[in-house]
């Protein structure tokens, strides 16, 4: 007598979705889960509001030839974006509340430094972000 084995759950014929560590929507999701007192009992979590606005404007604004950042939660509520190019660190603090980001860049091998601001309201604040980040990449 042939012996017919039971269909496997749906569940268990999924593959698992890879995906890119730095996919900044991805990511901005993950950030939405954290709850106020997240680092060691203080720390702000992100407005779910705010994470929504910067994950639509980075994808609707921000120029194809900028990679994409590593994001971190910051103390107080808002999102460090973070980008490795050589001896290049490049950040950009993003308030979400503002709209306002704080570029920063330093080269380890040499000390320079780099600031600069950029209005993330407008699609003119996204391009001054992207000409920051790749002049230094």
Request: glycine letters at 8%; one cysteine or more.
């Amino acid at each position: 007598m042939a012996t017919t084995l039971a269909p496997k759950p749906p569940h268990l014929n999924k593959r698992p979705i890879r995906r890119d560590p730095n996919d900044l929507p991805a990511r901005l999701k993950e950030l939405a889960q954290l709850k106020s007192g997240w680092l060691n009992g203080a720390g702000v979590a992100p407005a779910a509001a705010g994470l929504k606005w910067l994950s639509d404007a980075w994808l609707k604004y921000c120029p194809e030839h900028v990679p994409e950042p590593f994001a971190y939660p910051t103390p107080e509520g808002n999102v460090q974006l973070e980008w490795d190019f050589g001896s290049w660190e490049i950040s950009a603090e993003v308030d979400l509340v503002t709209h306002q980001a704080s570029l920063m860049a330093v080269n380890a091998g040499t000390g320079d430094e780099a600031e600069d601001t950029a209005d993330l309201s407008a699609k003119k604040g996204w391009s001054k972000l992207g000409t920051f980040v790749r002049s230094l990449a």
